[in-house]
């Protein structure tokens, strides 16, 4: 019965041991001494999106930090750099971003090669390429005027649904339009050039044809519709979507009424001209409404401060309409604005070999 006892106790004790040991060597390192085991690291930076856009890819870069600084060069097409040269007279810097218009009038549809031409000189330049079109209306006929005949004109709710249904007249006609500039934006695909596209701006704008019919059937479709031929059956895939609104007093609505799906814009734009200047409420709204894809002022008369860009950083660029810059802003103010450390001017930009 002893060596019984002591056989079982001995047996015990040698248990004892290995389990010592074998939680000695689950916290030892390779010396000997005791470490604690730790997880690994969490990296908590955040990620910046990877897109095929070198364009899109340094928008999201500076995104919280730095806005580039644009102006529009409107009509005529046959001076497609005549704004962009005003402010460099003015500021003594060039615009990191440059904007030109397909336009509606015969004269400057007919400069159209022009206004590309310098397309090209200014993304070789090292600028941001923006292009957008006050089309006409395909109800009525092509080229028209600036009034309520041609691009202020209106449609008819069976017009409408005319436009959006494939094969119809005046859905030919919108194609055929389509196709028109698609040829000139196959120039600059042909380049290797980007372009920030922002057709059918101010979509919640009830002035123009095609803007101001909220919903799924109206204005947003129209921009889906778009979006898919250019995309998918022109192969225009050097085009980067901005998505564009104006600042009513609807907006909260409207970034729900008007907004075609993250699968078709890459960039979110507020045009800025209520008079109630840049509300923290409108920089939230597209904010929110963008859910993480960069934001931008895609249209203004008076320019935001470098205060304001700085309470106000997601802005990745902003872009004053010609002549309205010297009517909104004193040369002073564009001085100080252009020359401010947190916005980027061409000779800032890092180009785009």
């Given amino acids: 019965m002893k060596r019984i006892t002591l056989f079982i106790l001995a047996t015990v004790a040698v248990i004892s041991i290995i389990i010592s040991c074998s939680k000695s060597n689950a916290t030892s390192g390779g010396g000997g001494g005791t470490q604690k085991t730790t997880p690994p690291p969490t990296d908590t930076t ?6 095929p856009f070198k364009t899109l890819n340094y928008l999201y870069s500076i995104s919280g930090t730095k806005t580039v600084a644009g102006i529009h060069n409107r009509e ?4 497609p750099a005549v704004w962009t040269d005003s402010i460099y007279q003015t500021t003594g810097k060039y615009p990191g971003f440059w904007s030109g218009d397909f336009l509606f009038e015969q004269v400057n549809i007919d400069n159209r090669q022009t206004m590309i031409n310098e397309a090209i000189t200014q993304w070789k330049n090292g600028a941001l390429v923006h292009l957008m079109w006050h089309a006409c209306n395909p109800a009525r006929s092509e080229p ?10 209106t449609m008819t709710d069976q017009q409408w649904n005319d436009l959006v249904t494939p094969g119809t007249a005046i859905n030919t006609q919108w194609r055929s339009m389509i196709d028109e500039v698609c040829v ?4 600059l695909k042909d380049q290797n050039i980007e372009v920030l596209w922002r057709p059918l701006h101010e979509m919640n704008q009830s002035s123009f044809w095609w803007g101001g019919r909220p919903g799924p059937n109206g204005t947003r479709l129209l921009y889906q519709q778009m979006h ?6 022109k192969g225009l895939t050097n085009l980067v979507w901005v998505w564009d609104l104006q600042d009513f007093s609807t907006l909260n609505d409207d970034v729900n009424a008007y907004n075609p799906g993250s699968a078709y814009y890459d960039i979110a734009a507020l045009d800025v001209y209520d008079g109630s200047g840049y509300t923290t409420a409108k920089y939230n709204t597209m904010l929110t409404a963008a859910a993480g894809k960069p934001i931008a002022i895609g249209e203004c008369e008076v320019l935001p401060t470098d205060a304001t860009l700085l309470a106000q950083p997601k802005w990745t660029f902003f872009m004053s309409w010609s002549e309205l810059t010297y009517q909104g802003n004193t040369n002073a103010q564009l001085k100080a604005l252009y020359n401010s450390p947190d916005v980027i001017t061409l000779d800032k930009m890092p180009g785009w070999k």
């Fill in 184 to 187: 000139y934006l196959q120039q």
């Fill in 144 to 153: 028209c005027a600036y009034d309520t005949t041609g691009v202020l004109s």
């Fill in 228 to 233: 898919d031929y250019m995309t998918n059956t």
């Fill in 46 to 51: 955040a990620k910046t999106p990877v897109t």
């Fill in 76 to 79: 005529p097409n046959s001076t």
